[in-house]
């Protein structure tokens, strides 16, 4: 990968999108297993009866149930495969992140105390953006204008600085990963 | 088919879906009362639900066409006019595939140990490729977009912008660099990094919190339109 990026050719390139489709189907092979272990493990409370045997059992018929219409059916729009993505999983996965709201809420209650500097900048940065991306604060000129340059200025140099951070970071493991220093991924210390 | 019947079908299955979308979104807001069995079994059914299209997704998405049908097709080449060349193209597939199938050996303790060649493979490539990704898009372009506003300042706000920037991405650094003592000058630039950190994260707050509240509004819109029709 490494190679690729500092000599880049022909030879080089395809090398690189095969090894791509490779750790795609490594990806997608690895996916199969974990699901087969989500089935065991939840195969294994219904058999033992355990608590909330039944929310296992919901949660195994629910998965075959979407398998087996997939692979018989396909994923066409119409299908019952896509009928039931979106009566059933659209409509809860928006309601669980939507439920959210409400928990921020309460700890932004709790949390946004304005004890000392950094509490009070927290604060006023999250008012003047959640004001300001509202269509009420949209409407009123400066929250508009200055949630925009807290968004474009400070926000985002001190983003930065954590990119860079991160950046600087995942490179140090990588090489850890390629020079065998790092192995914990192997289940080694 | 008789055109009236598949649209009454159609009107039906959208009807029936609706009602089927509202009490589950019901179902799970009443965890905002408490945790109780309707909650967790509208849990559980999502969980059941989202991995099974996941499956599915990544079978006729990836499997299907990246391994299974090239596999087949060169199987079937190599009796047909393809011979020595879609002979190889078959071997050549089967590493990938051998290896993702390396990953079940996880079930099995004793040949546990080979589901790490394909997993080494995977980090090995993760690595790689992050290192130049990583310096490209986390570290170059980040100083790139921090310097170039000074190549272009045309007025006082701009270059007031320009130095808040690079005073702003200086200390928020100075704040992470811990092989030195947050002391004398520096101890200050690091204070001063965690204002910009703090202003950051209020942003980031702000912006999540609308963006949850966008979506607890469409599902009230859902409910009260589309489920009930209160509103138009």
Known sequence: MLIQFFIPSKLSSSVYNEITNWAQLIYAFALIVGVFGLVKYHLGRVSRKSDGWIYNLVTVVSLFLMAFLGFAFG?????????????????????????????VASAAYRGFQARNTEAVLLLLSAVFIMFGIASVGNSIPPFAEIANWILMNPSMTARRGIFIGVGLGTIAVSLRVILGVERTYLGKE | MDI????????????????????????????????????????????????????????????????????????????????????????????????????????VPKYAWMSRVALALYIGFGAGA???????????????????????????????????????????LSYFYFSKAHTGIFGKAARLG?????IFFGATFGYTVMARISLLIGRLTFLLRDWLGLIS
């Not at chain 1, 066409?76 to 709201?101: E, H, R, T």
């Not at chain 2, 979104?25 to 099974?52: C, H, Q």
């Not at chain 2, 790139?144 to 702003?168: E, K, M, Q, Y």
């Open chain 1, 75 to 103: 994923r066409k729009d119409g299908g019952a495969f896509m009928w039931i993505f979106n009566y059933f999983q659209a409509p809860m996965q928006a309601s669980v992140f939507s439920l959210l709201a409400f928990f």
């Open chain 2, 4 to 107: 009236g019947f598949i649209y009454d079908y159609l009107i039906a299955s959208e009807r029936l879906g609706i009602w089927i979308a509202a009490l589950l979104t019901l179902a799970i807001y009443s965890f905002l009362y408490k945790d109780n069995p309707i909650y967790r079994f509208a849990e559980s059914l999502l969980i059941g639900i989202s991995v099974g299209f996941l499956l599915v997704t990544t079978f006729e998405t990836t499997l299907m066409p990246k391994a299974f049908e090239p596999l087949a097709i060169s199987f079937t080449g190599i009796f047909g006019s393809g011979g020595f060349g879609a002979f190889g193209s078959f071997l050549w597939l089967l590493v990938p595939v051998t290896l993702g199938l390396l990953m079940f050996t996880r079930f």
């Open chain 2, 130 to 172: 992050s290192i130049p990704a990583n310096m490209q898009s986390y570290i170059l372009n980040q100083i790139d977009a921090t310097i170039r506003p000074f190549l272009a300042i045309d007025s006082f706000a701009a270059a007031v912008n320009a130095a808040v920037i690079l005073v702003g991405l200086i200390s928020t």
């Open chain 2, 194 to 198: 965690t204002f910009y950190l703090m």
